[in-house]
């Protein structure tokens, strides 16, 4: 499928990635900016992969809810919300990202390459769905959609198996509106240039603070704060003698869907 290894070992860590997504790459320099990381683009210019992972994530999540969509008939949107939610997750994507080694062909900053970033979960996750939409971007949808299949048909399957799993603000959100008055508030704040941000998320509930967490997005350091809470809170259910699969309908539809 790809061309016989370049002299360049960048070129031929690519070319490698390649051959595992299973697409042939018509416009090579959307794979080389998917792989590129803001770290080298601090040091040597160009174009990081922020743009495509914000396309990619998109790109995902539709692939992903029109699979399930599929061969989910018999679950209600709340169920495959949750699903979709483990699916996505950065945990979810980092794992699929190191089972194709994906971290080998990345292009770093040498900070951020003598720190481990080539085995960072946030910076695989992103660099993951820069590569989806990458391959959107190269061929179109329905490539891109092969390749998600390709890459997370068993994560899908065990996501199905355990709905919200990784989706910890959903599950806070159902513990809390089963023993509180109050909804869960969370506390966000940042700090470092923009090309090396980071945010640190509590989460305040009837009183009580949880965290702070950290994450390279608002969005992951609310989940990791969430994580925090719903491990220190999860035996209210057990306490209460109360299952909260069986109670889901009815919680989302008083605490609403915003996630």
Known sequence: MSSPASADPATAEAEAIADRLGHRFADPVLLTEA????????EHGGVSNE??????????????????????????????????????SADALAEVARRIDLGRALRLGRGEAASGGDGKESILSDAMEAVIGAVFLDGGQGPAFAVVDGLLDSTIDRAA???????????????????????????????????DRRFHAEVEIDGTSYGPASGTSKKRAEQAAAHLAWTDLEGLDQSAGIEPNRQEAAVMAEAGSDR
């Open 51 to 88: 743009r495509l992972e914000f396309l990619g994530d998109a790109v995902l999540g539709l692939a992903v809810a029109t699979r399930l969509y599929r061969l989910h008939p018999e679950l209600p949107e709340g169920e495959l919300a949750k699903i979709r939610a483990g699916v996505v």
């Open 161 to 195: 198996e355990d709905p919200g799993v990784h989706d910890h603000k959903t599950r806070l959100q159902e513990l809390v509106a089963r023993h509180f008055d109050a909804p869960p508030r969370y506390l966000l704040t940042s700090e470092g240039p923009d090309h």
């Open 35 to 42: 792989l590129t990381h803001r770290s080298w683009c601090a």
